[in-house]
């Protein structure tokens, strides 16, 4: 999605710089291409370092980066899957579950023995976990027709498991005016096929977290697993709570949770690439390892779906956390929180816009008078970039570091103000609503057919050099 709206111009440095259009036979100096990197890097920080994007950026401080960069470079060479040389990847690997399995109450766990892995994203995360309910569910219940229950605002990455995966996935809307699930219809959905069952805390259109308490109560008179998908608050939710924010308990004190995803590349303030997946029963991790022991490369087992991965890319995670500690998180959270709250006031400002949901760190809101997304295209042309959401259509801000610096919230004020009225002077059909809205008339299969035409020349051009000129 946040791809979308670079489907005009995928290639912007094709007059800048040569395309290499195959292996050079003579390697190029490396001070010429470092500085080719410098140039391109100082560009495209300019997009976030304003303050006005949404999400992506969760950090935004480049002494941090660099810090974790050096971290990263020591390690980067080496191999975790071959840990007699990096024995530094264990205890990378060990603290960053430990401190994870920490910050989520792991020590309210009785009974079982918590456990946790670290994977590439909140996707590789929500995957694995999908994939180890799934595993554990046919070694423990016989379940040969696995299916999973989510909430509609549950992220794709549980639609892509349920697709790689051949789970049934089975979708509960969510209350229109809340965004929040109902437990009941969670209920309804829920059979002896039933593998798990998710909730997000918060989920990533509204940040909105579901009722986890209910859920918890469900799976366990259900005898379901159930996902927390903390991949966007698992690192900013707790601290908000201990802030005194409105936080409903969504971690392993609720002993139906069975397991957890938080991302460190996101509230963690890590590089990108890693997350962790925590679990309540050492069991069902265990269900994530993988043994082949009759190769002719001899014997192979990994702890999840990856194989080799950078020892760098622990070492900077695990920096990141030891680098900004309870304290750091907490003082990053409180201004987020707070700036979230100025911003949403901003928007009360206007009676032509309407929250959606209890804003937590991430705000969204729609209009009833106009089109939103005319409110998108002039705040964009002001450098603000926020992201889209449909049915109904609507805008998110997912609010980050860079958003919390000196006048970034003024200039939202300004800028909004501005935006509303050109939103009220439009009469055609916003330039940002093909891409980002939902379709007038639905999702027939013909749309359907076109705008995933649309899509996959978008992923084409991203993973193609420009054609010659
Ligand atoms: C970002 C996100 C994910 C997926 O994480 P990736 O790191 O993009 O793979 C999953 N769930 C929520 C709520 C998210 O915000």
Same mark, same amino acid.
């Given at each position: 999605m946040a791809g979308m709206s670079d489907l005009f111009d995928a290639?912007?440095?094709?007059? !800048? ?20 990197? !410098? ?8 997009a976030?370092?304003?303050?006005? *994007? ?31 040389? *990096? ?8 603290? +960053? ?18 456990? =946790? ?79 798990? +069952?998710?909730?997000?805390? =918060? ?8 009722? +986890? ?22 690192? +900013? ?6 802030? =005194? ?131 998108a295209d002039?705040?964009k042309?002001?450098?603000?970039r926020f992201n889209g ?42 330039e940002s609503?093909a891409i980002y809205?939902?379709?007038?008339? =639905? ?15 978008i ?9 010659? !000129?």
């Open positions: 290639h912007p440095y094709q007059d !800048r710089y040569p395309v290499q259009r195959g292996l050079p036979e003579q390697g190029r100096p490396k001070a010429e291409i470092l500085a080719e990197l !410098r140039e391109m890097a100082a560009l495209e920080n300019q976030w370092e304003t303050g006005q *994007c949404s999400g992506t950026m969760y950090c935004g401080d480049l002494d941090h980066y660099a810090f974790l960069t050096e971290a990263f470079g020591l390690f980067a060479h080496q191999n975790a899957l071959q840990r007699d040389m *990096c024995p530094s990847a264990t205890r990378f690997e060990g603290e +960053i579950i430990a401190m994870a399995l920490d910050l989520m109450h792991a020590n309210a766990i009785e009974g079982t023995e918590p456990a =946790g892995l670290v994977t590439s994203g909140g996707t590789g995360s929500i995957l694995q976990a999908m994939l180890s309910y799934r595993d554990h569910a046919r070694a423990t219940r016989g379940i040969t027709k696995p299916n999973i229950v989510k909430p509609e605002t549950a992220h794709p990455a549980f639609v892509k498991a349920a697709h790689l995966f051949g789970l049934e996935l089975r979708v509960v809307p969510v209350d229109p005016a809340t965004t929040l699930v109902d437990p009941a219809a969670m209920a309804a959905r829920i059979d002896e096929n039933t593998i798990a +069952i998710i909730g997000s805390a =918060g989920n990533y259109p509204y940040g909105t977290i579901d009722p +986890i308490a209910d859920l918890s109560d469900l799976a366990l008179a259900r005898g379901v697993g159930l996902h927390v998908d903390g991949c966007l608050g698992g690192f +900013i939710l707790p601290f908000g709570e201990e802030l =005194g924010y409105a936080v409903p308990p969504f971690d392993f004190r609720l002993p139906g949770v069975t397991s957890i995803s938080a991302d460190t590349h996101k509230y963690g303030y890590g590089l990108k690439g890693t997350s962790s997946l925590l679990f309540r029963d050492k069991a069902l991790r265990n269900a994530a390892y993988f043994y082949v022991l009759d190769w002719s490369g001899g014997k192979y087992f990994s702890p999840g779906m990856e194989g080799s991965r950078s020892d760098g890319l622990l070492a900077s995670a695990w920096a990141s956390l030891v680098a900004t500690g309870r304290a750091g998180y907490r003082a990053h959270a409180q201004e987020i929180f707070a700036t979230c709250a100025a911003m949403v006031d901003v928007v009360r400002e206007h009676p032509q816009l309407r929250l959606v949901g209890s804003p937590t760190f991430v705000f969204a809101f729609t209009s009833d008078d106009f089109d939103i997304y005319h409110v002039r705040m042309t002001r450098g603000w959401l449909q049915y109904p259509d609507g805008l998110h801000l997912a609010v980050t570091r860079p958003q919390t610096r000196d006048g970034v919230v003024d200039r939202f004020r300004t800028d909004l103000a501005d935006a509303v009225a050109y939103a009220q002077e439009q009469t055609g059909s916003a609503t809205g939902g379709i007038p008339g =639905g999702l027939t299969a013909d749309v359907s057919t076109f705008i995933e035409s649309v899509m996959e020349q992923m084409d051009a991203h993973q193609s050099v420009p054609a010659p !000129r």
